[in-house]
């Protein structure tokens, strides 16, 4: 089963408009963390923000922030006012507390804003 | 602030010799870890270091790859007589050594492998 799965390969948002990115998760450690992470046409990997499966509360960073639904497993990424510079891959990862230390990622979305 | 450096930004080399991938990650980090994406699809788990030697590694890492720390600052990818579909971006990254969750991995810019 793959451990993390987001299913929209695509997504349109026009500008200043909220955008939700959609991450499901699979794992049987009650200690995980979750993360997403940004990707630029430049290439690189840009971390955004994190959640911990302990968390009691929705991390927000800034114009990001998680909706996370434990029972559920998944780990929504809201953007919020979006900008023509959020065009990008956006890639959600997890990483399991006691089986290692890998970072598994999803096959990500792919971001466009239109002005 | 500090970063994950990794050269060369982009190398082309032909089918079947050896190339070696370099990366200086974050001096006090400790995990450090090599993935790589094909051109367009998703981030895949090849190794990861710590306390000098490999903690994990994944099915795409045979005996064609190796990783090493030559010395305080460097980590290493060697990959063996490549193979065409070695073509990929391949990333460096490092996280510190917590016991905590909430420590992300510092992604390096990526090195482009283009195999012909």
């Known amino acids: 089963a793959q451990k993390i799965t987001q299913t929209q390969p695509g997504m349109f948002v026009q500008e200043k408009e909220a955008v939700t990115l959609d991450c499901t998760y699979d794992?049987?450690?009650?200690?995980?963390?979750l993360f997403w992470y940004k990707q630029p046409s430049s290439g690189e990997m840009i971390f955004l923000i994190y959640?911990?499966?302990?968390?009691?509360q929705n991390a927000t960073e800034g114009r990001y922030s998680l909706n996370f639904q434990k029972a559920r497993k998944s780990a929504n990424l809201v953007i919020s006012a979006s900008q023509l510079g959020d065009s990008a891959m956006y890639f959600c990862?997890?990483?399991?507390?006691?089986?290692?230390?890998?970072?598994?990622f999803g096959t990500g979305t792919s971001l466009t804003v239109i002005p | 602030e500090p970063e994950v450096t990794q050269t060369p930004s982009h190398q082309v080399t032909q089918m079947g010799q050896e190339v070696i991938l370099r990366c200086v990650p974050i001096?006090?980090?400790?995990?450090f870890y090599w993935y790589r994406q094909i051109l367009g699809q998703k981030v895949e788990f090849l190794v990861s270091?710590?306390?000098?030697?490999?903690?994990?590694k994944s099915e795409i890492f045979d005996d064609q790859f190796s990783v090493e720390r030559p010395d305080g600052s460097n980590f290493t990818l060697k990959i063996r007589s490549t193979k065409l579909e070695d073509s990929a971006m391949y990333f460096c990254?490092?996280?510190?050594?917590?016991?905590?969750?909430?420590?992300?991995?510092?992604f390096g810019q990526g090195t482009r492998l283009t195999v012909v």
């Open positions: 990254a490092s996280r510190p050594g917590s016991s905590t969750m909430n420590t992300e991995a510092f």
């Open positions: 794992t049987s450690d009650p200690s995980y963390g």
């Open positions: 959640q911990g499966s302990y968390d009691q």
């Open positions: 990862a997890m990483r399991e507390g006691h089986t290692g230390n890998q970072f598994y």
């Open positions: 001096s006090n980090h400790l995990y």
């Open positions: 270091f710590y306390n000098n030697e490999i903690s994990e």
